[in-house]
Each structure stands twice: as C-alpha cells, then as structure tokens.
C-alpha cells in the first residue's frame, strides 16, 4: 500500500534537483535546468498524486476516520529526556491535500517558467532556488513535529527571500526581500516562543501527542491552563504566539505589509510562493494545531476568526484602489487568506460543526488553483506589456485571446460565481459564519462583494477598457501578443481546474476530525451572495469596462479614504517610523554610542591613566649615574635605620 | 696597642666610606668614581678584618671574605675601566654626566 | 591516533620547519601541508574518541597522558580529552587550516605570520587538551602573545592601538584567570600540604562555599573576557577589525572559544555552587551582552566591525547557555562555540576576500558584488544566513539547543532573559541583511568592481572547508550532541552532587 520510501522522494526529488542545478547547472547545463527541475517536479507529482489516492481511496477509513499516519520518523536532535526534535513524514487528509497542491502548483510553475525565464543569465539559478522551495514547503506540510515545521517554515522564509530578491541588482527587489524575510522573522519569533511555551508544558515536540496531551483532560492540559500571564493562561499565549507566526507567514494583520511588496520576484514566483502554498502555510498551521484551538481554547480560536475577518477587509479595500496588477492581486491573495482564517476561527470540532474547518480548507484547495491561474495570466500580460501598471494595458483580449478566457475563468471562480471552483468553497465559509458568528458573517459577505468588484475592475482594466497601444516596437510584428505553448499549457489546465475543482466532495475527504459528513446545498442560502456578486461585477463593468471618468470622480468623492486606502493606509510609514527612528535611532544609535563611548571609553581611561602616571614619574629615569647612586645610598639609609631603630 | 680598639678601626672604616661615598657622588670624572669605589670597598674590608679580629679571633672567615671582595674589586675594575674606555671612544668624554642615553 | 602529544608537537613541528624554509611558496606549502595534517589528526582523533566510547569506555578522560613537569609547585603535563575538546579540537583544525589557505596572497614576512599563526594553533590545541590547570594556563598564554605580533605587524587600520588594547586586555583577563587559578591551587589541600593543579582531582574536592564565591568570579571573569563578556569586550570590534583575515578568523573563530571552553571546563565545573548562586549575574550579562552587541552591530558601517560586534551578540548565546545551568543549554553552549567558531572564521574569511579585491570595507562603498565575485558573494550570503540563524546551518541548532534549555527554567527572570536573547535574532537579521542587501547584492556602485577576479583555489577550498563543517553540524546536529551531551551531563551532575542541580 503505502510505501514509506516512496512517500519521502515526494520531498526528497526537488532537493536533489535543487544540489544539481545549483552545483553543477549554472556552469555545464544551463538550457537544460528548467526541463530537470520541470521532470524532477513531475515525478514528484505523480507519486503525490499516487500517495494521495492511495490514502484516501485504498487505506482509506478505518472506523469511518481517515487515520494520521506517520509513514516515517527520525530522531534529528534529542533535546531532552522527553524531547527531541524528529524528521518525518506525517500524512493526514490535510497534509495530503497540500502535497498535491504543491507539487501540482509547483509542476504549473515550473513548466511556465520555462517560457517566461527564457533568456535570463540566472535560469539556473532560479529552477535551484524554486526547487529549494519546493522542498521545504513539502517538509513544512508534511512534518511530524512542531519543531520541524519551525524548521522548513524558516527554509520556506528563506528560499522566499531569495525568489523575491532574484533580480538581485534592483534596489527595490533587495529591499522587499528583506522586508519580507525580517517582518516574517519577526512574526516567528512569536511562533519559536509559543513553541517553547507549548513544549514547555506538554513535554513534547511530537504533533500527534501535543494535541493528545493538550485536549484531554490530565495533568498537561491542567499546567498549561493553569499557568498564567499578563491575564491569560500560557495556553492561550502559546496558541496566540504561534499564530502570530502563521499570520507572519500567512500576510495577516498586522504582518501584512511584506506581501505587497513580495512582488518585486518574477511572477511565477509569485504565483506559486505568495498566492498559491507558501501564504497559505499559516492557515495550515493552525488547521494543524486546530484540534487544540477548538476543545481547549476557544479565545485563542477567536484572535483567529477577528485578525481574519480584519485582514480580509482591510485588503479588499486596498485592492479596490491599487493600480499595480499584481499589487491588487497580492492584497486579494491576503483577502481571501483572511477567509481562510476566519473560517477556521469560526469552526467547531467534529463532524458538521467542523464544516468552517472543512470550507477553510476548500478554499484554501481551489484559491490555490485560481490564484495561481490569475499570477500566471497577469504574468503572461506582464511578458507582453512589461509593465504591471494598469494604465498601459487595456484592450488585451483581441491580442491574448487564451489568457483572456483563463483569466476571466479565473475571475469568475474568485467572485464565486456559480458553478466555478471558488463558489462551492466560499459559499460553504459563509454558511459556517452564518451559523456561529453574525458579524463576521456580515464583514464576509461584504468582503465577498468587494472581491468581486476589485477582480473584475482589474480584468476589465486588463482585457477591455481602451485600445492596446504598444510602446514596444517588438510586437508590431503581426502577431497576436499569445505567450509560448510552456506558458498556456498551464494557464489551460489550470483554468480547467478551476471549473472543475468546486465539484469535489471534500467534506467527505478533508474535515476536521477526520470523519467525512454530508454538506447540504442551501439555494436560498447561497442566491444573496451571489446576486451581491454579479451586481458588483456589473458595477465594474460600468466603471471600467470602458474608458470612463467615473472611477476618477468616485474617487474625488471619497477623497481621504480613497487616498488612505491607495497609501494601504500607512502601514508602511508606520513600520517605516517604528523601524527607522525608533530601533535605530532610539536604540541602535545610542548602543554603538554608548559602546564607544562609555565601555570602550572606560578602557581607554585606563590607559591614559597609566600613561599618565607613568609620565608624571619618569623623570626619576634620569640617566644620570650619580643620582642614581644618591637614590641607591639614600634608600640603603632609609632601610638602615629602618632595621635600627624601627624594626624591633 | 692597647690603646686602639675595635671603634678606632670601625671610626677609619666609616670615614673612608664616607669619603668614598662623597667622592662617588661629587666626582664627575669617571676614573675618579671608581677611585672612590675602591675606597668603599677598602673600607669594607677594614671593617671585615676589624670584626674578625676583635669578635672571632679564633675564626678566618673575615679574612676569607676580605680576599674575595679584592679580587672581586680587581675584576670590578676591570670591567669598569673597559666600560669607561668604550665610552670615552663614543662619547669622547669620561664625564659621568654626558653618559646619560639611558633614561626614559 | 591516541597519542595527544602529537595534536601539539605537529603544528609546533610545523611552525619549526617553517622557519627553515627559503622561499614564501615552500613556506605556504609547508604550513598547509602541516594543516592537512592536523586535520587528519584531529579527525582520526575524533573517530578513535568516538569508537573508543562505543565499545564502552566510560572513563570521563579518555587517552590520558600525565608526565612530571616542575615537581616541586606540583605542575603536571597531564593531558585527556572528553567529547566537548574534541569538538573544540575540531573546530581548532578546521579553522586554522582555512586561514591558512586565505593568507595565501601574504606578501611581507611570510616566514614570520605563517609561524606565528602555527603557533597559536599549538596555543589552541593545548588548551583544550590540558587538565592540568597550570599546563592550562601555559597554553593560554602561548594563544595570546603571538596575535598582538598578527595584529601589530599584518594589520590593517590603527593597527598598533588595537594590538596593544587586544593584547592588554586579554593580559588582564589572563591576570584573573591566573589569580582564580592560584587560589583554586591553594584551596585545594590533599592533606600534608600538598596541593594539587589537578582538574580531576580538583573536581572531587569540595571546595568550601566561601572560598569558591571568591574564586568563581575571578575566573569566570578573566575567561569571559576572552570570550566578550560584557562589558570587558571592547577589544572584540577593533581587534578584529585592525587583525589580518587569517587572524581575525583564528580570534573570532578559536581565541573567543578559549574563554568559554575555560569558563565552562574550569570555572563552572570546579565551583558548580558558586556558579548557581552567580548564575543570574551571568545570565543578566549575557544577555544584555546580546541584545546590546545586535543593536551595537546595526550601527556599524564597516564589514568587520560588523561581524565583530555580532560575535559580541553571539557569543553571549554562549555565556548564557553556561549561565543557565541546565545540561540541554549547557550543550547548546558548546555547540554554540562550535558553530560561531566555523561561521565567522567563514565570514571573516569571505570580508577578507573581498577587501582584498576592493581594497574597502565600508558598506556604504560596496555594492552588486555577487555579479562579479559569484562565489564569493555566495559565500558570503551562506554564512549571513548562518549568522541569522538558518535551519540546516549550525547557527540554528546552536542557538535553538541554547533556548529550549534556558526555557527549562520556569522562573519569569529566566523567561524574560531568554524571550530577550530569542528577540536578538530578528535584529541579528535585520543587520546581516542589511548588510548583504548592499554590498553583496543591488547595482554595482564602482565601475572598479566590473573587473574583479573571483576567488582563487585556496579561498575556494577553504571557504568550502567551512561551508562543509557549517553544513555537517546544521543538517545532523546529533553527532555533535551526541559528543557532547554526556559530558555536559558530568558537569551537571557535579552542579547537582553539590546539592543544588535540577
């Protein structure tokens, strides 16, 4: 049945390919590294695909639960009597569920980039730096140990610094690599403490028996709930400061502002990194840790559902006002990440109260499938305009007929348009609000709507608005603006997917307890969102199906909030404020001051103490013989009568 | 001589020693200083003989003592004539105060 | 390979020849060939050391050695070694046998830097062996004399006034270490007088509380002043800055580690009492030591102050592991002084390199370098994130090991220290990238720059040498637990025979 060996090649293929490339592709094979990262990607695919039938189909339910099984565990570092830090593979629905989405995601990327990086000096190095990334995102799902996912979320962290920063010799791609890489360590620091804490009480790394120890009822629970901080109990604090980490990762406020500017990578790093897993590894988290949420901490379980809802309408706000392409999709893919949260902060545990935990997962599976297809889409638009301004598009869907109907596919399954992907798994995030939390049910619906409008301002921007002027004289050459075939075939199968994907029964495969159960489909429920959809959809084509003066009046008419919210409400002046004059001008400055100063200050008084003194008694050193000589008898005499009449 | 005792001779020894003690400090020539070394030691070895011969008639070891500081005072001379004769060559001057390169 | 003699007699063999040689090539070769050589003893030290306890040796000191040396003051030559100076032997072989391939390109007096270079190593080597803590002392002093020659005659910058501040300020910390060895000595009493410098013996005695709270602080003291203890760590920044690149990683990289290992091996483990009731002073140090060294470090704008102030910060992830008195930290401490000692020889190897080439260290100078230095730049971005503390390089394990040991003691002042010293890694990436964003990456700020040439074979070796030894301990950090672990645990066990262990 399942292979265990099998299984670890999953992970173990990209990082293989990732030595390859990066040792030896850049000097002796570098045409030839896209087709081995690509194949290497592919075979890793299909034994994920094989993995993920296996399990769901032929070990299947055993008393009607689909069982964790740990298909592999090793020892790494043994902490503690009790505690050690293991490697291994641990295969759930969930983690299941996300190695095929990545290497499914991966393999997508891998064969567009194929086109899109043709002729880039570098190409080596980014199939090596993609595959490193693949690596470690599939290490980070399928790990058996809370240290562990600590440990590929870091890689994770790393290889998206290094992707962002790929086109190393602008300025501002350096810059939004380190914001990237520092706001997330910041927001992992978090995690690394709540790890400490958790571990701390339940005495153990271990996932399976972390959760075991921390949702029954025995002596770990009743430490961990009866330590107390600043107000709250360490289980809470724990479960807290992990999730600040998963919200780093996961661009949630109030680590949001690194995502934005993430964009500076290539697109298809975008699509695969900051869209589709990497964004979504908080999400998983929690869902990983979700049976401690749900039984033993429900306030921790409400940050959750409250940052969500926040962050998912904070940025569809931002979105309706950004120009940027991928800028707008960068704030939706933080929107719909917010879903994400929210759905699991509003779920129960277990069976139909565990229908949040299941949309969130959902929607985690087909907006992986749809976002992906809208950064590719936008990065095949990119390709052609080279631009990722609004204003220099338009008209593109003479030009792009393919990317256009993907694109707008993809659009449709986002503003959860029936019967596309994003539909089925929105709608049932919505039922789960409904059915525990009014407001944020409100906020969703809203924030539903609003992703509606942004997406179709930017496919009508895109596609339709004015005639396509080129500033480039390249393409006036008769053809259409298509992409090469490497770059449609995955805009192709993944548009396909994105039909499809609504239709597959994941509250029997992906729940929260394990147990699959029977979704019903409310048409009364589902008719408001929808209609809510298609008249915000209907807005934007009268706003921006043509070139018109109304989006410029709606915007003078909302004057400061339309502002605050093109400035993504100042959040980067905040941190810019925090960073710039407090740490470094506050703190920085004054320890290399005082540094210099005071300690090293100290001893170099001391020195010219000594020198001091040393000078100022010198001139005993006279060099001439004869004082020398009245010194040696003068003290002869001191000691002389020292001995006579002192000394008794 | 019965009428000289132990202080007569210890009252020669310290007079001598003072003289070459002055002549030490005051003499610039340098020849003269070890003149006045010698007298130092001189007087050293009158008290040495002095003590043997009043307290430990009956023992050598101050005669003992007196031979070796002569012959350490021959060999002293030695050497510090030859010190005198290369400073002379390089400072040409036997003036104790023109040899002042060693100081701080 | 069993003899340990040999670990000291083969670089001093080595710096000897040296000396005999005509010609600056044959010097490099000889030194080089001498490093092979202690590479390979050192290796084959570790394996015997390693199946020596696999087949059952449970001795604390495996391959003792004990001659006579000066009787009458009880002066032994008495050498062994356990897992944690083996790591630190290792450490010592790799480090110096890389920067002896980086000095590769010395012009002046080559006889001279290469001989006191081995001699230092002979310094180092010894030091770790000893147990005899005067042969201890001995050796010390034979690793710090010759880095105030490195420094005053191969430096660069205020090369003299560095030298002197190192060479002082290390004297001092050796006047400590010799006052608290002193009195160790003579509070050791074997009956009928007879004192011992014995480390074993030394460990079985107790020592009465009052004489040990006076003892400990002098020698943790003047060790930790090795080790940039704060506040005695101001020679760290300019000695390192003004040192030549193969001594800056032998400073940063071993000397650093001497104070530790002293402080950990003399210290702690013959006062493990006054260490408990002294623990929260050098808890309290430390950490300031790495809060205030990263911040210090955001400061600077030259590469070597750079570095050198985040080995201030680093290694007070090594007085802290010490401090916090609990074996996992304990172990976290000496790994920590193994993977710092690798990374930043490594990264003062990789400014070594680039200075070299563009004769500035100045951030605000460098720029777009991994276009024309591809490896070096890479070199230099693999130990940045080492520095920040990347999963799968050492600086990660170490660092992790040291605070889920500190988080064992549930105490809130232990908490806050360790959530401080956890913070100083998001600032130790603020500046390590700060750092590398401009002048290894972004555009070329100097035309000069376009012509360059990368590195050459003996960098590329030692860089991959370092890159190696980072990589082995952050991908299977548990042979290097595993090392080290059970000696760390006869350390704790000493903190607990005196009554007071957890």
């Known amino acids: ?313 904070l940025a569809a706000v931002i979105a309706c006002t950004q120009t940027d392409i991928k800028r707008v999709l960068a704030y939706s893919t933080m929107s719909q990440i917010g879903f994400m949260m929210f759905a699991l902060g509003v779920s129960g545990y277990g069976g139909e109260e565990g229908l949040g935990f299941m949309a969130s997962m959902f929607h985690l599976f087909t907006h992986s499938i749809f976002k992906a297809l809208l950064f590719l889409g936008a990065g095949a638009v990119i390709h052609y305009v080279h631009s990722n301004e609004m204003k220099d598009m338009g008209g593109l869907r003479k030009l792009m007929p393919i990317t256009h109907i993907t694109f707008l596919l993809a659009c449709l399954a986002i503003a959860g348009i029936p019967p596309f992907a994003g539909f089925f798994s929105k709608e049932e995030i919505l039922l789960a609000c409904w059915n525990s939390n009014k407001i944020i049910f409100g906020a969703a619906v809203l924030t539903a709507g609003l992703t509606a409008f942004y997406m179709f301002r930017l496919y009508f921007s895109i596609f339709w608005s004015k005639e396509f002027k080129s500033h480039n004289n390249n393409h006036d050459d008769g053809h259409h603006g298509e992409a090469p075939a490497t770059m449609l075939l995955p805009l192709i199968i993944l548009a396909g997917l994105s039909v499809v994907a609504g239709f597959v029964p994941f509250s029997q495969l992906v729940t929260s307890d394990g147990a699959g159960f029977a979704t019903e489909f409310h048409i009364g429920f589902a008719l408001g969102p929808i209609l809510i959809a298609v008249s915000a959809i209907i807005l934007a084509w009268f706003m921006y199906s043509k070139e018109s003066l109304v989006p410029q009046k709606v915007a003078d008419s909302l004057k400061g909030f339309y502002t605050a919210a093109y400035r993504k409400f100042y959040f980067d002046e905040i941190y810019l404020f925090v960073t710039k004059k407090i740490v470094f001008n506050l703190i920085g400055r004054p320890a290399a001051w005082v540094d210099k100063n005071i300690f090293d200050g100290f001893m170099n008084l001391l020195a010219s103490v000594t020198v001091a003194l040393s000078e100022a008694i010198k001139s005993f050193q006279s060099g001439k013989t004869q004082e020398y000589a009245i010194y040696f008898f003068a003290g002869t005499l001191g000691f002389v009568l020292l001995f006579i009449y002192l000394w008794t | 001589m019965n009428g000289i005792g132990l202080e007569h001779i210890l009252f020669i020894s310290t007079a001598l020693f003072f003289i070459g003690v002055y002549g030490f400090l005051t003499r610039k020539n340098m020849i003269t200083m070890l003149m006045a070394i010698e007298l130092i030691l001189n007087s050293i070895n009158i008290n040495f003989l002095a003590f043997n011969k009043y307290l430990y008639a009956d023992k050598l070891d101050g005669l003992f003592f007196t031979i070796f500081i002569i012959a350490i005072a021959a060999a002293e001379a030695s050497v510090a004539i030859a010190i005198i004769i290369h400073l002379y060559r390089s400072l040409k001057s036997i003036d104790v105060d023109d040899a002042d390169l060693m100081k701080f | 390979m069993t003899n340990l003699t040999i670990l000291i007699i083969v670089p001093l063999l080595t710096a000897i020849a040296v000396l005999f040689c005509r010609s600056s090539a044959q010097v490099k070769w000889t030194s080089f060939i001498g490093s092979i050589i202690q590479l390979g003893l050192a290796s084959s030290l570790m394996y015997a050391y390693i199946s020596e306890r696999a087949m059952g040796n449970t001795a604390q000191m495996l391959f003792q050695q004990r001659y006579s040396w000066y009787s009458a003051l009880n002066i032994e030559y008495y050498i062994g070694v356990d897992g944690i100076s083996i790591a630190m032997i290792m450490l010592t072989a790799f480090v110096v046998s890389a920067g002896i391939l980086i000095s590769w390109s010395i012009q002046t007096q080559v006889k001279e830097f290469f001989f006191l270079l081995l001699l230092l190593s002979v310094g180092a080597y010894g030091f770790f062996i000893s147990l005899d803590l005067f042969t201890m002392f ?53 009956g009928n007088g007879i004192h011992t410098w014995d480390l074993m013996k030394i460990s079985q005695i107790h020592i009465p509380l009052q004489t040990q709270l006076f003892i400990f602080p002098f020698l943790f003291v003047g060790f930790g002043v090795f080790t940039a203890l704060f506040p005695f760590h101001t020679w760290v920044p300019d000695g390192h800055s003004s040192a030549p690149t193969a001594a800056s990683m032998f400073l940063a990289g071993i000397s650093m580690k001497l104070g530790g290992y002293g402080a950990l091996r003399v210290a702690m483990y013959l006062m493990p009492e006054a260490a408990e009731q002294y623990s929260w002073i050098i808890v309290l140090l430390a950490t300031i030591a790495i809060i205030y060294g990263s911040f210090a470090t955001l400061m600077q704008k030259d590469l070597k102050y750079m570095n050198a102030y ?112 956890a913070a100083s890694i998001v600032v130790t990436a603020v500046y390590i990238l700060r750092a590398a964003g401009k002048s290894v990456m972004g555009p070329i700020v100097n035309e000069h720059f376009l012509h360059l040439k990368d590195a050459s074979w003996n960098e590329k070796v030692a860089s991959v040498l370092l890159i190696a030894a980072i990589l082995a301990i952050g991908i299977a950090p548990f042979w290097l637990y595993n090392l080290i672990a059970p000696d760390a645990q006869i350390i704790m066990e000493n903190i607990a025979r005196a009554g007071l262990g957890r």
């Open chain 3, 138 to 190: 001995f050796f010390l002093e034979v690793a710090v004399i010759p880095k105030y020659l490195l420094i005053g005659i191969w430096g660069s910058g205020k090369k003299e006034y560095s030298a002197m501040k190192l060479a002082l300020m290390l004297m001092g910390g050796s006047v400590f270490v010799l006052i608290g060895l002193l009195a160790t000595y003579f509070s050791t009493d074997l």
């Open chain 1, 1 to 313: 049945m399942l292979n265990s060996n099998c299984i670890a090649l999953i992970p173990l293929l990209p990082i293989i390919s990732f030595l390859i490339i990066g040792l030896a592709g850049r000097r002796y094979f570098p045409k030839f590294s896209g087709i081995l990262g690509t194949l290497s990607l592919l075979t890793a695919f299909i034994l994920s695909a094989i993995v993920a039938f296996q399990y769901f189909f032929e070990v299947g339910k055993v008393d009607g639960v689909y069982q964790k099984i740990v298909a592999m565990k090793y020892v790494w570092l043994h902490l503690l009597p009790n505690v050690s830090i293991d490697m291994g593979i641990l295969l759930d629905p969930i983690s299941v569920m996300m190695i095929v989405i990545v290497t499914f995601i991966s393999l997508m990327v891998h064969i567009y980039s194929i086109g899109y990086m043709h002729g880039e000096p570098r190409y080596a190095t980014y199939y090596a730096f993609l595959s490193l990334f693949t690596f470690s995102m599939l290490g980070l799902v399928l790990s058996t140990n809370i240290f562990q996912i600590y440990i590929f979320w870091e890689l994770v962290g790393v290889s998206s610094f290094l992707l962002i920063g790929f086109y190393y010799e602008k300025p501002s791609a350096v810059a939004a690599s380190k914001k990237a890489f520092i706001v997330t360590r910041f927001a992992d620091l978090g995690f690394l403490i709540g790890i400490l804490v958790l571990s701390y009480y339940s005495e153990t790394l271990d996932f399976q028996t972390l959760i075991a120890r921390l949702t029954t009822e025995g002596p770990y629970l009743s430490s961990i709930a009866g330590a107390s901080f600043i107000g709250a109990s360490a289980l809470t604090w724990g479960l807290v400061l992990v999730f600040a980490g998963g919200a780093g990762k996961s661009a949630m406020f109030p680590f949001h502002i690194w995502l934005p500017d993430a964009m500076e990578g290539p697109t298809p790093v975008s699509a695969l990194i900051h869209a589709a897993t990497m964004v979504v590894a908080g999400v998983y988290l929690v869902a990983r840790l979700f049976p401690i949420f749900s039984h033993s901490c429900p306030q921790a379980l409400d940050v959750v559902a409250y940052i969500g809802i926040f962050s998912s309408l």
């Open chain 3, 310 to 421: 985040s080995s201030v910060s680093h290694c007070g992830f090594i007085l802290l592991g010490i401090g916090m008195l609990t074996k996992t930290a304990i172990v976290g401490a000496v790994m920590q002084m193994v993977s710092h000692g690798v990374m930043t020889a490594l990264f003062f190897g990789a400014i070594g390199m680039i200075y070299e080439r563009t004769h500035t260290r100045q951030i605000s100078e460098l720029g777009g370098l991994l276009k024309t230095l591809p490896f070096i730049g890479t070199v230099y971005v693999i130990t940045g994130l080492c520095s920040l503390g990347l999963p799968g390089l050492s600086g990660f394990v170490a660092e992790m090991t040291v605070f889920v040991g500190s988080w064992q003691r549930p105490d809130a002042f232990h908490r806050i220290a360790t959530i401080l010293a």
